[in-house]
């Protein structure tokens, strides 16, 4: 039988895109925010270090990328000092309030089919709402992270940008409304939520001429402004934190102000990977995707690099490698019996920076699902995340939910160094949920072992793989590399492309002791690397 190419998807983008890597000696910051990366390098030109930028930045983009991550949501940061051979994570995942209760979250009989193959849920009440909250813990985050590994810099400096752009307000272009044009059918059901995000009852739109102007984001500007003087504790223990859980209480929620009293960010030293007898992965280890990014690193370890790049055998080897390294993750969950999958679809976002002493920090944090749990709490201009949609609402289930319970999630950041403790040194990440982890592998790949370039590893198409049953195919992936991917599995050749997203959304920072280099997705419209100048 003569073989049958396999069908090429509708092509939504007719162009060929690239994406400006930065480069320089006084450090770089890499973010799916051109401002928010413009943030971060302004705290290194005056003075700051690379905690000091990333916290700049993260705050910045509460006000710039409200759909991905901000006050009121989780993370990981690993952070590699640059007279250090080991990282050390900051660790403010997600954990499920004291009195959450399995019985608030009744099931249908049904099987949820979106974001999750979990059992429904009336109402949906895990995926938006009050109920779907887990504790905020961003701030208490991004707090440690200062306070362990910043510098003198005053916390009103870190924070003067955020505030500046909360008050002028988000941009109100064509990919603002693309975004909230996806969750405005269960932003409306929310009334603070509506108010900002749906003006007239409709996604804000940008002029058909001229210049988009900016639209406002509640009291965002307000509550940063406070932290900024009474600093970031009192998210926690202060006014922010009573304005917080009279909102959430009245909205229906169960955090409370024992949950935000217990909100603590901690630090301990990386859990590493080794790669090829040759280099160190310092990740942030437990519960995040870097368990299964070792056995896909253990799958691919006598997998030959060609010097000529990535051929059809090793891509076909890779997918069957993360095929079998999902099937084993997700039966740690007991997934298997259920079918239950991982959030592939959420959005997350990850920020990579390097000062110019080589301090390196891979920030990955998230709201979980696109405006998390769509909820902003109209006091404090928050937007809160729907952390318990990473639970399944089995009572009695593996990853079950439970007072205090913290579930699995799919983040990864990483930082790289030569086993030897030399350089050049990396800092790598992306967004993108399960999709998170192949994007990360390939990025790391194709530096180390293949020995590309930061602009040719940044635009190389790449596959996903994002669970036991199948892969996708970026369609300008050669027809012999389609071919035996096809071969070696069930595969859908997709687009990359803006919206759907079919692949995860990475950025990394290759630093050596003259300086260092980085780019971010080429995909994402408002991604960029930006480096300081002086």
């Not at 000696?25 to 690379?50: P, T, W």
């Not at 990282?87 to 954990?95: R, T």
């Not at 993360?322 to 298997?336: D, K, N, T």
Request: glycine letters at 10%; a negative charge.
């Amino acid at each position: 039988m003569a073989h049958v190419e396999p069908a090429r998807p509708h092509r939504t983008q007719n162009w060929h895109l690239t994406k400006p890597s930065a480069r320089g000696r006084h450090g770089i910051v890499v973010s799916q925010n051109r401002e928010a990366a413009e943030a971060g390098v302004a705290i290194l030109e005056s003075g700051g270090n690379a905690a000091d930028a990333a916290v700049a930045a993260c705050f910045a983009l509460a006000a710039l990328e409200p759909w991905n991550s901000g006050l009121g949501g989780i993370g990981f940061a690993v952070v590699l000092k640059a007279g250090e051979t080991r990282a050390q994570v900051v660790d403010f995942g997600p954990v499920a309030p004291h009195r959450a209760d399995p019985a608030d979250y009744p099931l249908t009989g049904a099987m949820k089919k979106d974001l999750f193959t979990w059992p429904e849920v009336e109402g949906d009440r895990n995926i938006h709402g009050p109920l779907s909250f887990c504790i905020p813990s961003s701030v208490a985050g991004y707090a440690r992270l200062k306070e362990e590994f910043g510098s003198s810099l005053p916390l009103a400096e870190l924070l003067a940008p955020a505030i500046a752009l909360a008050k002028r307000g988000l941009p109100q272009d064509w990919y603002t409304t693309l975004k909230v044009a996806s969750s405005a059918s269960v932003l409306r059901l929310y009334q603070e939520s509506a108010r900002i995000y749906l003006p007239g009852g409709l996604p804000p739109v940008p002029p058909y001429q001229g210049t988009p102007g900016f639209f406002p984001l509640g009291e965002l500007h307000t509550t940063l402004e406070r932290l900024a003087k009474a600093g970031l504790s009192d998210f926690y223990t202060g006014e922010t934190g009573r304005l917080l859980v009279q909102d959430i209480a009245e909205a229906g929620g169960v955090v409370d102000m024992r949950d935000l009293e217990a909100c603590a960010a901690t630090v301990r030293e990386a859990p590493v990977i080794e790669w090829r007898g040759t280099h160190l992965l310092h990740t942030a280890g437990g519960l995040t995707a870097a368990p299964t990014l070792a056995e896909v690193v253990e799958g691919m370890a006598g997998t030959k690099a060609s010097k000529d790049g990535p051929d059809a055998a090793w891509f076909a080897k890779l997918s069957t490698v993360m095929r079998q390294a999902y099937r084993s993750r997700l039966e740690g969950l007991g997934a298997a019996q259920a079918a239950a999958q991982e959030p592939g679809d959420t959005c997350t976002t990850h920020l990579t920076v390097v000062d110019g002493e080589g301090n390196l920090v891979a920030v990955t944090t998230t709201l979980l699902s696109s405006m998390g749990s769509r909820v902003v709490l109209p006091r404090t201009g928050v937007l809160m995340n729907n952390g318990m949609m990473w639970f399944d609402p089995r009572p009695g289930s593996a990853n079950a939910i439970a007072p205090g319970a913290r579930p699995l999630c799919n983040m990864c950041p990483v930082v790289v160094t030569p086993k030897d403790g030399s350089w050049p040194r990396m800092a790598v990440g992306a967004s993108g949920g399960r999709r998170i982890l192949a994007s990360v592998y390939q990025t790391l790949a194709w530096s180390l072992d293949f020995g590309m370039d930061v602009d040719d590893v940044a635009h190389q198409p790449r596959i996903d793989v994002s669970g036991p049953d199948s892969a996708s195919a970026d369609l300008r992936l050669p027809a012999d590399v389609l071919a035996a991917l096809e071969a070696a599995g069930p595969l859908a050749i997709v687009e990359h492309s803006v919206l759907p997203i079919n692949f995860a959304c990475p950025n990394f920072i290759r630093v050596d002791r003259d300086g260092a280099e980085g780019c971010s997705d080429v995909v994402s419209p408002w991604s960029a690397a930006v480096a300081a100048t002086a």
